[in-house]
């Protein structure tokens, strides 16, 4: 069973421009929890303990028990990573959104895919293309994969790996079409040289072979002189 993670938040008051910055530069992420049907719970929480989240193996799929403080009491939420904006420079979090969740409903998520192995055909000098780097699935929240491990050792030169070809772990079903490559073995890129065909008239630039005609001519007007 998926390992669920303590996360400790407030309810957020402040959603100014310029008083979100000061909190940001105080260590204090802005975030919300979204619940379908329901209003939109915006939250403070720490920069440092976010970071430890996503630090953890099952990176933005941790299922989070975030506790929220609101006048003195606690509220307990179970949600999920629904998206995290970052600042595009610098690559720090300026906003969490959370999803609130159910661990006895279905959910949607991507899982990533990572190849296991080193193939065959790179061994003889091909290409490996990991063409899909995240697959769709659906299941139960307690059973999402950390990520989906695709053995790519038996991969020969023109080989490849569909999405039909993946076993999934039991209660996860993969949304994506099943004829999708994920993976595959190129064959090594070969440098095509020019080959000079024989009996070929090598052309003069327009440039430089007016030049000579003009040189010619006036050659002759002086031996004519």
């Excluded at 407030?10 to 992420?29: F, P, S």
């Excluded at 300026?94 to 296991?116: C, G, Q, W, Y």
Aim: negative net charge; charged residues 35%; aromatic residues 2%.
């Amino acid at each position: 069973m998926r390992q669920e993670i303590l996360l400790e938040a407030k309810i957020r008051n402040e959603i100014k421009k310029n008083k979100i910055k000061k909190m940001r530069r105080g260590g204090v992420l802005p975030a919300v929890v979204y619940k379908k049907g329901q209003e939109t719970i915006p939250l403070s929480l720490s920069d440092k303990d976010m970071e430890k989240v996503l630090h953890t193996s099952a990176g933005g799929n941790v299922i989070i028990n975030l506790k929220v403080l609101q006048n003195d009491k606690v509220e307990g939420k179970t949600v999920i990573i629904k998206e995290i904006q970052r600042d595009p420079i610098k690559g720090d979090i300026l906003h969490v959104d959370f999803n609130e969740i159910s661990l006895t409903e279905m959910l949607k998520v991507s899982i990533p895919v990572a190849a296991r192995g080193e193939a065959a055909g790179v061994k003889e000098g091909g290409i490996l293309e990991h063409i899909m780097w995240e697959l769709e699935v659906e299941c139960l929240p307690t059973q999402i994969p950390e990520r989906i491990e695709v053995e790519v050792s038996g991969l020969k030169i023109g080989d490849s790996i569909h999405v039909k070809d993946v076993k999934f772990p039991e209660g996860v079903k993969v949304l994506n079409d099943p004829e999708l490559t994920l993976i595959s073995v190129k064959p090594p890129l070969v440098e095509k040289v020019a080959e000079a065909v024989p009996g070929a008239e090598i052309t003069e630039p327009e440039v430089i072979r007016e030049k000579k005609v003009e040189e010619e001519e006036k050659g002759s007007e002086e031996k004519k002189g």
